[in-house]
């Protein structure tokens, strides 16, 4: 694998400072000794007094970043922001984007050399759909959905000239994870009819879905029951997701009953699934397993990759294809202090490419991605200083 400059999208109070100089640590954990200094760059405020919320990454243009926030009136806020150079981000690059008081961010998409964005936004019995045009902001589609509440958007795929949405409604009496999943597509190369639907009561629970580069759409969902009735052997089930037709095929399924986190990323005629499983808080057998789902045969192989975990507390996976190799990234913790691991993954191992960092208690890893114009990775991160939540660009070398 050719040498890559990581950078990692991260919390950090200053501008340039180091995440955990040498002999910083509060705590004797040696992963923490090994860790190697990572370099910080405060995250554009955007505009003075907006939180941020969702960080959502669109691969297939830059990368670049959309970011859901809320203003200093409690509106919904929406921006798009790309850079060449993570040491030179700022509030410049950020583009504000048209979205309504309770809007949602629904994904974006190409088609030719145009960039799209949707958003969503409920308003009595119906949701609102718009398609807008990412450099001009101008409507070019524009529909509307009976529904009985706002959109959730769990997770959002782009592909074959379509935005592809995974939605559940917000209903006042259900639980949010006990809604179906309603897939939503948006052709962006015709506007007669842009807009297709397509619901599945048995996709519930923890969802995700990703789009393969022949355009088809798989569903994964890690199905543990409902709030009222539990699942004891809970599985991970997965699904074509298909638009024009009957969704009634019977999904694969693959016993899940000590899977905690899971993430999913596209690989070589299929897609690789990452697992946190065991017991991570009691240390009961935990260990980080990959397998891979032939999309071709349509089905799960037997575990490719395994590896026993020390006493130590770790988040869901955060995975990356870079140049066809898989790096999984996980963030660890012990004694109030965490570090980011990452891994190469094979298909007999999980080889250790070191850690990265220490991070105080509060602060959490969200994202990472690959950024294609630098050559880098970069990660996104939260945390707090002076009481407010914020978020900074750091960058290491694997």
């Not at 760059?41 to 969702?54: N, S, Y």
């Not at 048209?98 to 409920?122: R, V």
């Not at 529904?147 to 782009?158: L, T």
């Not at 009691?282 to 999309?295: Q, T």
Request: hydrophobic share 40%.
């Amino acid at each position: 694998m050719r040498a890559l400059i990581v950078s990692l999208v991260l919390s950090c109070a200053l501008s340039g400072c180091l995440t955990s100089p040498k002999g910083a640590t509060k705590s004797s954990w040696k992963p923490l000794k090994k860790a190697r200094n990572i370099e910080c760059f405060d995250f554009p405020k955007l505009i003075e007094g907006v939180k941020i919320g969702r960080v959502h990454l669109f691969q297939n243009l830059g990368p670049s970043l959309f970011i859901e926030s809320i203003n200093r009136r409690g509106e919904a806020a929406l921006y798009h922001l790309a850079f060449k150079e993570v040491e030179n981000i700022s509030d410049e690059n950020a583009k504000s984007l048209k979205i309504y008081k309770g809007g949602q961010f629904l994904g974006a998409g190409l088609l030719g050399e145009n960039a799209y964005y949707a958003t969503s936004n409920f308003m009595e019995d119906r949701n609102l759909i718009e398609v807008r045009d990412l450099f001009t902001d101008q409507v070019i589609l524009k529909d509307s959905i009976k529904s009985q509440g706002n959109f959730e958007v769990v997770d959002w795929a782009y592909g074959r000239d379509a935005i592809n949405a995974l939605v559940r409604e917000e209903k006042i009496d259900e639980a949010l994870e006990d809604q179906p999943a309603i897939l939503l597509s948006i052709d962006l190369g015709n506007p007669s009819e842009f807009l297709s639907i397509s619901r599945d009561e048995r996709k519930r629970g923890d969802l995700r879905m990703t789009t393969t580069k022949d355009g088809n759409h798989f569903i994964f969902w890690l199905d543990r029951g409902t709030s009222d009735s539990i699942d004891p052997k809970p599985k991970l089930r997965a699904s074509k997701w298909h638009m024009k037709k009957s969704n009634d095929e019977q999904p694969i399924e693959l016993d899940a009953s000590d899977v905690e986190k899971w993430a999913l990323v596209n690989e070589t005629d299929g897609i690789a699934v990452v697992a946190v499983k065991g017991d991570t808080l009691l240390w009961s057998n935990p260990r980080i397993e990959k397998r891979f789902f032939d999309a071709m045969s349509f089905g799960f192989q037997d575990k490719l990759a395994s590896k026993a975990l020390d006493k130590v507390h770790i988040g869901a996976p955060m995975l990356l294809n870079v140049d066809g190799k898989i790096i999984a990234f996980f963030q660890e913790w012990l004694d109030h202090e965490s570090t980011l691991v990452a891994y190469e993954v094979s298909d007999g191992e999980f080889k250790s490419l070191g850690n990265y960092g220490v991070f105080p208690e509060k602060e959490v890893i969200e994202k990472v991605f690959y950024h294609e114009v630098s050559n880098e990775i970069l990660m996104i991160k939260k945390g707090e200083y002076q009481h407010l939540e914020k978020r900074s660009i750091c960058s290491i070398k694997i």
